[in-house]
């Protein structure tokens, strides 16, 4: 079996690099030659709070949820070798942080990652794996809030993608965000148009991603101005990302007009704080979770008055679900190899190794918008 190397969080605040088990994949997964990993808020905010968050991982852990590589080894005997073979070149959403795994051999920051055949897509020769990996838990988690029936259920997207068709608006508050520059694809190549949010700069980048209009969130009438926008449109709703976008979600989606006997829905993503405002201790966590009670308290009032349903959603929700086979197995190949869907948002390499994770940590934790650290390996 190969030799294996990992990037271990052994407590809190520490990661430690060294030698790893080789897992071989079951039936319906694949083992994965890392070549390029990114970094999540969870990352991070993991490392801060130690083992009273999250505490279904136990240490030492690995951490880490967006890969691309080479795969090594493919399941026998599931679905994974019906789609699979060694040597293709993929981006996966590794499943070690989400509850249902909690499995060292699934975590992203090592050098070999078990991965999940429905959070695997291949992808072209010239995507390089920097630029792929900031794709996956982007992807599951705008693809979990638009397409899973429990959440806003929309149709699913197809290649090659359709002109706006349905006469239906969808709502991307967040744009610039590695959520928001998926959803917004997606919502795209489902047929919707897309009204998104950015700051000013971002303006062009939202565009080219298929935005049909863009507002500065900054503005004090962004809000407004949306409603105005959506005057005689159905709105099939909206997916809320970064601070201060679920409240403006509910008001947008709350003074629209939904799809023909279907509720006002709105998929939140984020924590109601930008990562660069997250306290730095578990004090301060603590402090934060009960702000958190108190705001969702209000929320659920403001979202009851406005006739609005919000829920959080998570992107491994998909590994229970035909959307993540659908989405990761059949649309995204195929839509990337034919320059109908592009890895966003940009990847800025931090550097190689599994020792300069701790700066990428570092750096995402700063808050980034319109690109994600990676680390190369």
């Known amino acids: 079996m190969p030799d294996n190397r ?25 083992v994965v030659k890392n070549g390029a990993v990114a970094i999540n808020p969870f990352d991070w905010i993991k490392q801060v709070v130690g083992g009273r968050m999250f505490t279904y991982m136990k240490y030492p852990f690995i951490l880490g949820s967006d890969v691309a590589g080479e795969v090594v080894e493919v399941g026998s005997g599931g679905e994974a070798a019906k789609v699979f073979r060694v040597g293709d070149r993929v981006a996966g959403h590794a499943f070690a942080m989400d509850h249902r795994s909690a499995k060292t051999s699934e975590g992203a920051f090592q050098q070999y990652t078990v991965l999940r055949y429905n959070l695997t897509a ?12 900031v794709l996956p838990l982007g992807f599951s988690t ?23 068709s349905k006469n239906q608006t969808f709502i991307v508050w967040g744009g610039s965000t590695s959520v928001g520059s998926n959803a917004i694809q997606l919502a795209r190549a489902a047929g919707y148009e897309v009204i998104a949010t950015a700051s000013e700069k971002n303006f062009a980048y939202l565009k080219r991603l298929g935005a049909a209009q863009v507002y500065d969130y900054h503005s004090a009438t962004a809000v407004a101005d949306i409603i105005a926008a959506l005057k005689g449109k159905i709105c099939a709703g909206a997916i809320a990302v970064g601070s201060g976008s679920l409240e403006a979600c509910v008001d947008i989606v709350g003074a629209s007009e939904p799809p023909p006997g279907q509720r006002k829905f709105v998929c939140q993503t984020s924590f109601f704080l930008p990562p660069s405002q997250m306290p730095g201790s578990l004090l301060g966590f603590t402090w934060l979770g009960l702000r958190l009670l108190r705001w969702n308290a209000a929320m659920f009032v403001k979202a009851k008055r406005n006739g609005v349903e919000f829920k959080f959603v998570w992107g491994g929700d998909l590994v229970e679900d035909e959307v993540g086979a659908a989405v990761y197995n059949r649309f995204l190949p195929a839509a990337l190899a034919k320059g109908e869907f592009v890895a966003a948002p ?8 599994l020792e300069h994770l701790q700066a990428a940590f570092n750096l995402n934790r700063k808050g980034m918008s319109a690109g994600k650290a990676v680390v190369t390996l």
């Open 6 to 30: 990992a990037a271990y969080i052994t407590s809190k605040s520490i990661l430690e690099v060294k030698s790893a088990p080789y897992t071989p994949p079951g039936p319906n997964e694949l």
């Open 122 to 133: 291949r992808i072209p020769d010239e995507l390089s794996y920097a630029s792929a990996c």
């Open 346 to 353: 940009d990847p800025v390499v931090v550097g190689h190794g």
């Open 142 to 164: 705008a693809a979990t809030g638009l397409f899973m029936k429990k959440n806003l259920g929309l149709s699913l997207p197809s290649t090659p993608g359709p002109t706006p």
